[in-house]
């Protein structure tokens, strides 16, 4: 099961928008409706922010909203902070056999 | 409120084993699966494998069938990882993490995670 392909950087200045893709395969994010999101502090254990593509845990920033297209997820970080400079991972259920796979990872720089 | 609590780091020799535990609490281990993800270091998050109490099945992933196990002692609320046959490459944070939704599909917890450093 390969990563699923995200771009290795974003960036944007305080208060922009800015997208971060995730595409996978129809084995993956282009058939099942199980996208997760992680954002990554450096040291730290990876946060859940989204689920099933657009969902968002208790506690997470309408900030972060998801959504899918086909084979390719996304992520968008709206009035970005300098908080959300990170590392962001997507996910996607792959079947019972395989179950998961992560993507390659975006880090997001505020400028 | 739910944690999962890691053993501490270790450093290893190319060939031995090791095992990490994961300890949970502020839930019952059997209620949810649990799953292993490593991070080398500089690198992105690697999905090993999961466990499904309602399946009694793991699923590893296919890079590391036969190199790596999960068990768990449910009377300790305690998860388990070994890798066997352990190189440099194994040099990695391995993270314990609560699948939560449909067959685990999302992981809502996380360990602190656990450094293995493999050197010779």
């Known amino acids: 099961q390969s990563a699923l392909t995200q771009p290795a950087s974003v960036s944007g200045s305080p208060g922009q928008s800015i997208t971060i893709s995730c595409t996978g395969t129809?084995?993956?994010?282009?058939?099942?409706?199980?996208v997760s999101w992680y954002q990554q502090h450096p040291g730290k254990a990876p946060k859940l922010i989204i689920f099933?593509?657009?969902k968002r845990p208790s506690g997470v920033s309408n900030r972060f909203s998801g959504s899918k297209s086909g084979n390719t997820a996304s992520l968008t970080i709206s009035g970005l902070q300098a908080a959300d400079e990170a590392d962001y991972f997507c996910?996607?259920?792959?079947?019972?056999?395989?179950?998961?796979?992560f993507g390659t990872g975006t880090k997001v720089t505020v400028l | 409120q739910v944690q999962l609590e890691q053993s501490g780091p270790e450093v290893k020799k190319p060939g031995a084993s090791m095992k990490v535990s994961c300890k949970v609490s502020g839930y019952t281990l059997t209620d949810f699966s649990m799953h292993w993800v490593r991070q080398a270091p500089g690198k992105g998050l690697e999905w090993m494998g999961s466990f499904d109490p309602e399946d009694a099945e793991p699923v590893y992933a296919q890079k590391f069938q036969g190199k790596f196990t999960m068990t768990e002692d449910t009377s300790a609320d305690t998860a388990y990882m070994e890798l066997s046959s352990l190189s440099v490459d194994d040099t990695a944070v391995y993270y314990c993490?609560?699948?939560?939704?449909?067959?685990?599909?999302?992981?809502?917890?996380w360990g602190q995670g656990t450094l293995v450093i493999v050197s010779s």
């Open positions: 099933e593509v657009s």
């Open positions: 129809r084995s993956d994010v282009g058939t099942y409706h199980y």
């Open positions: 993490a609560r699948g939560n939704g449909f067959l685990g599909h999302y992981l809502d917890n």
């Open positions: 996910s996607s259920y792959t079947g019972r056999n395989t179950l998961f796979v």
